[in-house]
């Protein structure tokens, strides 16, 4: 009898992991690309991770995405830069908090109800 709990337990989880989305995403060394081509992988892969050098030396990690829609509930994509090849603050959108209503100064500031 527990055998055949088994079986329908394991053919059930295979059902279930083989139906879920593959979530891998890409990762690149930001200044070893020009600035078109990092924003063109972020437009075409959605969300991808850059890694560059910090102004301390140390290597940054950090998702940037193309919009708002690879960003978790509660977050916008705010604007911000990387470094590239050939760009010393190529333009690109990292997910953000939003703020709450009482930190908006106006209707039109990033990330409250009318900007992002």
Same mark, same amino acid.
């Given at each position: ?15 279930? &992991?083989?139906?879920?989305? $593959?979530?891998?995403? @890409? ?7 020009? #600035?078109?081509?990092? %924003? ?31 960003? &978790?509930?509660?977050?916008? $994509?705010?604007?911000? @830069? ?7 603050? #190529?333009?690109?959108? %990292? ?22």
């Amino acid at each position: 009898m527990q055998v055949h709990y088994l079986i329908a337990a394991s053919a059930a989880f295979s059902i279930i &992991a083989s139906s879920q989305p $593959a979530a891998a995403i @890409s990762r690149y060394n930001s200044t070893s690309m020009t #600035c078109a081509a990092a %924003q063109e992988r972020i437009a075409r892969e959605g969300a991808v991770i850059f890694r560059y050098p910090g102004r301390t030396g140390v290597t940054l990690y950090d998702r940037y995405v193309s919009s708002d829609r690879y960003c &978790a509930g509660g977050e916008y $994509a705010k604007s911000d @830069s990387i470094p590239t090849k050939d760009v010393r603050n #190529c333009p690109v959108r %990292q997910c953000e908090m939003r703020p709450s209503p009482g930190d908006c100064d106006s209707f039109l500031d990033e990330g409250c109800f009318g900007w992002r």
